[in-house]
């Protein structure tokens, strides 16, 4: 089958746990998901309190890969214990191969759950850790373009790995960095589909489809016409069909560009 795809980002725990069908990864892949061109997901573990889980559920799942990182509204929360126990998963999981990326990691000024030096300070702490493990670094901007490009600028070297997720913000963010970053991705979810989402439109347009990647976020951002429903990596189809009809190819052009850029990316 030429139109496999991999869910480049999706929190498989906070799926479950809101899934109405059942607790079990297993089981919700085969009667949810239940999608056959699924090949691979990579599982975000981005809270210090679900990082035990992530280890778990990639270890117990083939398909399954992960990357660890604490996300921006979690800085506050960012202590020695949870670098020691990132550093501990991301350095066991690299010897096994299931520990694929390092995020999600960034700035979140639209909620402001930590405070924006703070975010800032665990921001740049993580760069430097994940640039140790020199694998692809998963970023979460929203609504601090400038601060996050001073900092992606100053602290990333340009020729890391780099799938900015979920994209959203201005164009002309996605623009720079793809420009200054070789190997930098953007990641589309659902949201592509809704019709206010005209920022990800425009990305998309301008951007090459070598450097995009197929991403759900679930259990967030389910696309149309799904949307207020729990997100799963099955709903991906519907997000490929879009960006096809917003470039104006064929969907198996999608897919199989998109499959090899996370082949590039992450390796698997
Ligand atoms: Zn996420």
């Known amino acids: 089958m030429t139109s496999l795809f991999v869910d480049t980002h999706t929190h ?32 975000i573990s981005c809270e210090p309190t679900t990082l035990d889980v992530g280890w778990k559920i990639i270890n117990e799942n083939d398909e399954v890969f992960g990357a660890f990182g604490i996300h921006p509204h979690e800085a ?31 700035l979140d000024y639209h909620y402001n759950l930590s405070e924006q030096a703070v975010q800032k300070d665990v921001f740049i702490r993580q760069i430097k850790l994940a640039l140790t493990f020199s694998l692809p670094i998963v970023l979460h901007l929203r609504e601090a373009d400038e601060d996050a490009l001073h900092i992606i600028r100053e602290y990333i070297p340009k020729d890391t790995f780099i799938h900015l997720h979920c994209y959203t913000s201005l164009p ?14 953007v990641g589309i979810t659902g ?11 425009e990305v998309v347009k301008a951007t090459p489809l070598n450097r995009l990647l197929l991403e759900t976020d679930a259990p967030y951002m389910a696309p149309i016409p799904f949307r207020g429903k729990t997100c799963h990596s099955g709903m991906i189809p519907k997000i490929a069909e879009k960006i096809a009809a917003l470039k104006g190819v064929a969907i198996d052009e999608v897919y199989t560009q998109i499959r090899q850029n996370t082949r590039d990316c992450y390796k698997i």
Request: charged residues 25%.
């Open 12 to 43: 498989i725990d906070s799926t479950l746990e809101r899934s109405e069908y059942t607790k079990d990864f297993h089981s919700f892949r085969q009667e949810v998901i239940c999608c056959e061109q699924c090949e691979k997901f990579i599982h």
């Open 191 to 201: 949201v592509v589909t809704f019709k206010s989402a005209t920022n990800t439109h």
């Open 76 to 106: 506050q929360h960012y202590t020695d214990e949870v670098e020691a126990k990132l550093r501990e998963y991301i350095t066991k999981g690299k010897e096994t191969g299931k520990v694929v990326g390092f995020g999600e990691i960034g």
């Open 172 to 185: 002309s963010l996605a623009a720079s960095i793809l420009a200054e970053y070789p190997h930098a991705y």
